[in-house]
C-alpha cells in the first residue's frame, strides 16, 4: 500500500519517531525500577501488567504521531482530496501503526527480558499471539482518533483521554493472558480473553473502516 | 454540451459559527474558460473555492462541478479537480518523484517512470526530480504541486493566489501553463486579491463582496487601473 | 406535551421512591441502607438506554446528516453521563456503610466509571472542535466506537472480578428476587426512563434552539 511505503520512507528519512520511542521504552524501563524499588519478588508479580503499561504508554506517543507527517506538511487535505476510498488510506495508516508498535514491542519485551532477568523464551509463541491481539486492538482506534484528533486543538491532551478509557478491556484482556502464558499456563486456559481480544479486534478495525470517511473530511 | 456550464453555483450560502461568509453567490465557469475571483482577505474567495473543491459543505445552496454535487458526490467531484492552495501539498521528506509517485498512486494512476519524467519536465523540475523538497522554493513547491495534475489531467483546476510569492520568471510560467490548460479544454477558477498582470490568463472577472459576487464582467480590454478603479466601487458599496 | 411528560415523571419518581423506601422489604443484613439499589440499578439501566441512543442516533447522523439527530445524540450523551454518575454516586453510597470503603472494585462499579470517563470524553471533545459539523461527525464516530465497546467493558470486568474471586454482592441475580422487589426495580426503571425522556428533550430543544440562533 502506498500510504505504508511514503510513511517508511518518511521515517527512514527522518528517523524521528522510533528513535525516540525506543529512547523513551529505555526510560520507562528505569522509571518502573525506581518506582517499584528493588524487590525481585514485587517486580516479577507486576511484570505483566509493567508490560503492557510499557506498551500503551509508547502506543500513546508513538499512535499518536500517526497523522504528525500530514499535520506538519498539510497533506491532510490533500489526503481527502485524493479521488479513491479513503478506507484504503486507514488501513494503509493502521498497517504501518502495527509495523511501528511490533517493533517497539520487540524491543521493550528484549529490554524487559534483560533488565528484569525474565525467561520468556518458552512462552513466547504464546505470549506473541497475545501481543499480536492486543496490538492490532490499540493501533485500530489509535489510528482512527489519531485522524479524529489531528485536526483538534490540545490534541496531545485530547488523543490519550479517549484512547484510553476504550482500550481498558483491551489492557485487562491482555495483562491478564500475558500473566498467565508467563507463568507457564496453556493458552486454552485464557481462551476467553483471547476471544474477547480477537472480537475486539474485529470490532474496531470494522468501525475504523467504516467510519474513516467520516472523520477525514474537512 | 458546451452549453452546460462545467462550473456552477447557485445561491451558495456559507456560514462559519455566527459568521455569514458567502451569501447568495451564484458563479458559472465554462469549459476552456478562466474567471478570476478578486476580493479582499476575508471576503471569502477561499471558502469559495474549498466549497468547489468539496472541503466545506455549503450551509444553503448548491455547487457542482462537472455535473456532479459537491456535497452530495464528493468523491466523483474530486476526480474532476485540482487544488493548488497556499499549502502545496507536499511531503518535505520525500524528493519531487516519490511525491508525484506517492499522491499519482493515491489517486489510482499507475504512472510509469517516463511519465513522471514527463510531468516534472512539463512544469520545468526534472532536474530536481531526485532532491527533497524541503531544499525547495516556493515556486518550486507550486510547480511540483501542478506536477500532480500533469498526470492526473483534471478538468478544472482552482488555485488559491497562485501568483504571490513567485518571481517573474515564475509568473510567466505559470501564466503559459494555465494557458495551455485551458486551450485543452479545462475550466480555471482562480483567487486573487492584486490587479496586476496576473489577471491577463483570466477571460472574466468576478469581484467578490458582501458574500456575493458584485459584479462579474469579461476581462476584455480592461486595464489593471479599470480593475482597481471597479473593485474599489464594488468592494466599498457592498461594505 | 412537555407539562404532561413532566407530570408523569414526577408521579412515576414519586411512585418510584415509595416503592423503593416504603413498600420494598427491609434488607436483612444490610438495612436500610440496601434500598438505594433501587436507585443504582435502574439508574445504570438507563444509562445504558441513554448510550445505546446515542449509538443509533450517532448512526443516523452519519448516514442522513440530519441535524435533529445530532441533537439527539448530544441531548442523550449528557444524560447518559448524568445518570452514569449518579449509579457511581448511589453505589459509593451504598458501600460506604456497607463495607466500609467509599469505593470497591466491584464489576458494576468498575465498569460504570470507564463508560463514565468514555462519555464524558465525549463531552470533551464536543467542547473542543468549534466547527459545529466537524465536532458532530466526530462526536458520532466516538458515539459508535464507545457503544461497541461497552460489551467489551462489561464482559472483560466482569472476568476480571469473579474468575478468581466470589462474585460481588451487589449484582443480585434476578431470578432469585421476590416479585415485590423486581416490581420495585422496575417501577423505578420506568420512572427514571421517563426522567431521561423529559431531561433528554428539554436538552435537545435547547441545543435546536442555539443551532438555529447561529445559521
Known amino acids: 500500500m502506498v500510504v505504508v511505503w511514503k510513511d517508511l520512507l518518511v521515517e527512514r528519512r527522518s528517523k524521528e519517531t522510533l528513535n525516540a520511542l525506543f529512547f523513551f521504552g529505555l526510560l520507562l524501563l528505569f522509571v518502573f525500577q525506581f518506582a517499584l524499588g528493588p524487590d525481585r519478588e514485587r517486580l516479577a508479580g507486576t511484570l505483566p501488567g509493567l508490560l503492557w503499561l510499557g506498551f500503551i504508554l509508547s502506543g500513546l506517543l508513538g499512535l499518536g504521531r500517526t497523522f504528525v507527517a500530514e499535520r506538519e506538511n498539510d497533506c491532510l487535505e490533500g489526503l481527502l482530496l485524493a479521488p479513491g476510498d479513503k478506507s484504503a488510506i486507514y488501513v494503509g495508516k493502521l498497517a504501518g501503526n502495527l509495523l511501528l508498535m511490533l517493533v517497539i514491542e520487540t524491543i521493550l519485551l528484549v529490554l524487559f527480558s534483560f533488565f528484569f532477568n525474565l525467561d520468556i523464551a518458552g512462552a513466547l509463541p504464546a505470549l506473541s499471539i497475545v501481543i499480536a491481539l492486543g496490538t492490532v486492538a490499540l493501533a485500530a482506534v489509535g489510528t482512527l482518533f489519531a485522524a479524529m484528533t489531528a485536526q483538534v486543538r490540545a490534541r496531545e491532551l485530547l488523543f490519550p483521554v479517549l484512547l484510553l478509557p476504550v482500550e481498558t478491556p483491551v489492557l485487562l484482556a491482555t495483562v491478564k493472558a500475558t500473566e498467565a502464558v508467563l507463568l507457564g499456563e496453556p493458552l486454552g486456559s485464557v481462551a476467553h480473553w483471547l476471544k474477547l481480544l480477537a472480537a475486539a479486534d474485529v470490532v474496531y478495525v470494522a468501525v475504523g473502516v467504516l467510519t474513516f470517511d467520516f472523520v477525514l473530511e474537512a | ?239 | 406535551m412537555r407539562r404532561l411528560l413532566g407530570g408523569a415523571t414526577l408521579l412515576g419518581l414519586a411512585a418510584g421512591l415509595v416503592m423503593g423506601f416504603v413498600v420494598a422489604p427491609r434488607e436483612s443484613t444490610q438495612g436500610n441502607v440496601q434500598r438505594i439499589m433501587y436507585l443504582h440499578v435502574p439508574s445504570v439501566w438507563v444509562a445504558y438506554l441513554a448510550f445505546g441512543v446515542v449509538l443509533v442516533a450517532s448512526i443516523v447522523y452519519l448516514i442522513r446528516r440530519a441535524e435533529a439527530a445530532d441533537q439527539l445524540a448530544h441531548a442523550s450523551a449528557e444524560v447518559g453521563v448524568l445518570f452514569t454518575g449518579l449509579t457511581i454516586a448511589t453505589g459509593s453510597i451504598w458501600g460506604k456503610p456497607t463495607w466500609g470503603t467509599w469505593w470497591t472494585w466491584d464489576a458494576r462499579l468498575t465498569s460504570v466509571s470507564i463508560l463514565f470517563v468514555m462519555y464524558l470524553g465525549y463531552l470533551l471533545l464536543r467542547g473542543m472542535i468549534d466547527d459545529r459539523e466537524r465536532g458532530a461527525r466526530f462526536a458520532a464516530v466516538l458515539g459508535i466506537v464507545a457503544a461497541f465497546n461497552i460489551p467489551l467493558v462489561h464482559f472483560s470486568v466482569y472476568w476480571w472480578r469473579t474468575l478468581h474471586q466470589p462474585p460481588s454482592l451487589m449484582k443480585p441475580g434476578p431470578g432469585t428476587m421476590p416479585g415485590i422487589i423486581v416490581a420495585a426495580l422496575l417501577v423505578n426503571f420506568a420512572a427514571f426512563t421517563l426522567l431521561y425522556v423529559y431531561f433528554v428533550a428539554k436538552r435537545a430543544r435547547l441545543l435546536r434552539l442555539e443551532a438555529e440562533a447561529e445559521a
Not at chain 2, 76 to 105: K, M, P, Q
Not at chain 2, 192 to 201: I, K, N, P, Q, Y
Request: aromatic content about 4%; hydrophobic content about 45%.
Open chain 2, 1 to 239: 454540451m458546451a452549453s452546460e456550464p462545467l462550473i456552477r453555483v447557485t445561491g451558495l450560502r456559507k456560514t462559519f459559527g455566527n459568521h455569514r461568509v458567502l451569501d447568495g453567490l451564484d458563479l458559472d465557469v465554462r469549459a476552456g474558460e478562466a474567471v478570476a475571483v478578486l476580493g479582499a482577505n476575508g471576503a471569502g474567495k477561499t471558502t469559495l473555492l474549498k466549497v468547489l473543491a468539496t472541503l466545506a459543505r455549503p450551509t444553503r445552496g448548491t455547487a457542482t462541478v462537472a455535473g456532479h454535487d459537491c456535497a452530495k458526490d464528493a468523491e466523483l467531484v474530486r476526480r474532476e479537480i485540482g487544488l493548488v492552495a497556499h499549502s502545496s501539498h507536499v511531503y518535505e521528506d520525500l524528493t519531487a518523484a516519490e511525491n508525484l509517485t506517492f499522491w499519482a498512486t493515491l489517486a489510482g494512476l499507475r504512472p510509469s517512470a517516463a511519465e513522471r519524467a514527463g510531468a516534472l519536465a512539463a512544469v520545468e523540475l526534472e532536474r530536481a526530480a531526485a532532491a527533497r523538497v524541503r531544499t525547495f522554493s516556493a515556486g518550486m513547491k507550486r510547480r511540483l504541486s501542478l506536477a500532480r495534475f500533469v498526470l492526473a489531467r483534471p478538468r478544472v483546476l482552482l488555485l488559491d493566489e497562485p501568483f504571490t510569492g513567485l518571481d517573474q520568471g515564475g509568473k510567466k510560467w505559470l501564466e503559459e501553463h494555465l494557458a495551455s490548460f485551458k486551450t485543452g479544454g479545462g475550466a480555471i477558477v482562480m483567487t486573487t486579491h492584486s490587479f496586476g498582470r496576473e489577471l491577463a490568463v483570466a477571460d472574466r472577472i468576478a469581484i467578490l463582496a458582501g458574500g456575493a459576487i458584485a459584479l462579474d464582467t469579461p476581462r476584455g480590454a480592461l486595464s489593471a487601473d479599470d480593475v482597481h478603479r471597479l473593485y474599489t466601487l464594488h468592494a466599498e458599496d457592498a461594505s
